[in-house]
């Protein structure tokens, strides 16, 4: 996973406030996928991104959340109002290509609510 | 919805024992990809396979496709403390780039 750098490592945020987690992909990939780990689960695929385009938003909740990738600058994902069960540890991958090319993580961050 | 079923969750054995780990689902996959994840950290990418009835060998480690394309196991032969880790399979349809569906994990523990 080296190359994958995603900041900050750890975020604690009270209940109602804002969280941004940050991802740059490694050099020359323009695929940036992010999924969420909650406690004791597998990893579960929110959203896929390539520059400036949303590709794929599936498992993004309806509300409170939103990801951008723009032409300049990391992927942001954007966690408004927090509430507690967005506790979790949040994965960015990034990939050369989309089809085919394997993806390669980051080492996540881990957002606390408090 | 596609779903990774990965088996057993837990498994402990002594130094030197083998094992594998078993990961099936009853859809197609285009590719499948093996991860290690340590505590606190991302997943490690180990190996790819593409190819249905694929085997591929990393030192110790086995990964086989199954034909089909639907089921892939991991074995590791001769278990070394340091292979102790949670390892992922991870399916990849294709069609959404390289949008991924996780299994739960298997919890490898190898004791001295």
């Known amino acids: 996973n080296a190359g994958v750098m995603q900041n900050p490592r750890h975020l604690v945020r009270r209940r109602g406030q804002e969280a941004r987690l940050r991802c740059s992909p490694m050099?020359?990939?323009?695929?940036v996928y992010w999924y969420r780990q909650l406690p004791e689960e597998g990893l579960k695929f929110m959203v896929y991104l390539q520059k400036e385009n949303i590709i794929d938003e599936s498992g993004m909740p309806k509300e409170r959340f939103s990801a951008e990738f723009p032409k300049e600058g990391p992927s942001i994902l954007r966690i408004q109002q927090v509430v507690r069960g967005d506790s979790a540890a949040y994965f960015c991958?990034?990939?050369?290509?989309?089809?085919?090319?394997?993806?390669?993580f980051g080492q996540g961050t881990r957002l606390t609510v408090v | 919805t596609q779903l990774l079923e990965q088996s057993p969750q837990f498994l402990s054995i002594q130094e030197g024992e083998n094992l594998t780990v078993y990961c099936n689902s009853s859809s197609v996959f285009s590719s499948l990809q093996w991860y290690r994840q340590e505590p606190g950290e991302g997943p490690v990418l180990l190996v790819t396979v593409v190819t249905g009835g694929e085997v591929k060998k990393l030192k110790r480690l086995t990964f086989q496709f199954g034909d089909a394309r639907k089921d892939s196991s991991l074995h590791i032969t001769a278990a070394q403390t340091g292979d102790t880790g949670l390892y992922l399979c991870?399916?990849?349809?294709?069609?959404?780039?390289?949008?991924?569906?996780f299994g739960g994990g298997t919890r490898v523990l190898v004791k001295p």
């Open positions: 991958a990034s990939s050369l290509n989309g089809e085919g090319t394997e993806a390669f």
């Open positions: 991870a399916g990849a349809t294709g069609a959404a780039g390289n949008k991924l569906t």
């Open positions: 050099k020359g990939h323009s695929h």
